[in-house]
């Protein structure tokens, strides 16, 4: 259920606590690699190497957490969702434009396989949009230079989004969602984490699956009119 709402009316604080822990996980790493950096900083100045690698590494971690703040500001102006029958293609083409420019920047295609034109999902427009934007941009982030994630829709409202790790071992994405996760597992990055929460609303899932040792799938469930009927 909602992480801060439902998670702590009934005193089951596994959700609160998994989504501080990502999130202080998350913001810590960038931390200490600014104060690593700037700690070099009066020795190492007069270096061009160490100067063009403290602006260019430390710029991007700053950008990182500023993204994560970003995402949890929106995150918190959410609240019921306000439910609507809508065009499921057109809610993901929106998203998958907008983020354009992230993907050209990472040198990672998004791909369209089967688009599901014509299928309705029940949904809350602006929470689901935000949802599906914070999987894509974790894929993104997660997923090999110069390959592409494949997206997919399937009649009964299904989106899969499909791709090649960066590397084995070093994402934490390795979690089936649920209450059967194996201690070995990781936890799941924040971005799921905000997006799982705001599709379980809506009467939603997320499923995070591994094909492989490297190929990577992200399933998004919602409800369609039929299955509300």
Known sequence: GPLALAGLGNGDFSNFRSFVNELAHELKNPMVTIKT???LLEERFDDVTFRTSFQDRVGSDIERMDDLVEALVEFSTFDQPNLEK????GQLQQVLEELIP???KRDTSIRWGTRGEGVDVVVDQNQFRYAFKNLVRTALSQA????EIQVN???EGRVTLSFLQEQAGTVSLGQQLGSQVGSEREPLPLRILL???LLERMGGDIEVNHL?????QFKIV???PLALN
């Not at 090999?144 to 390959?147: D, P, V």
């Not at 492989?212 to 990577?216: D, V």
Request: no cysteine; charged share 35%; glycine share 4%.
């Open 222 to 224: 919602v409800p369609t």
């Open 153 to 155: 829709v399937d009649q």
């Open 86 to 89: 809508v065009d499921l293609f």
């Open 195 to 197: 997006a799982r929460d």
């Open 212 to 216: 492989g040792e490297l190929k990577m």
């Open 37 to 39: 950096y700037a700690q």
């Open 102 to 104: 992230e993907s050209v």
């Open 144 to 147: 090999r230079a110069r390959e």
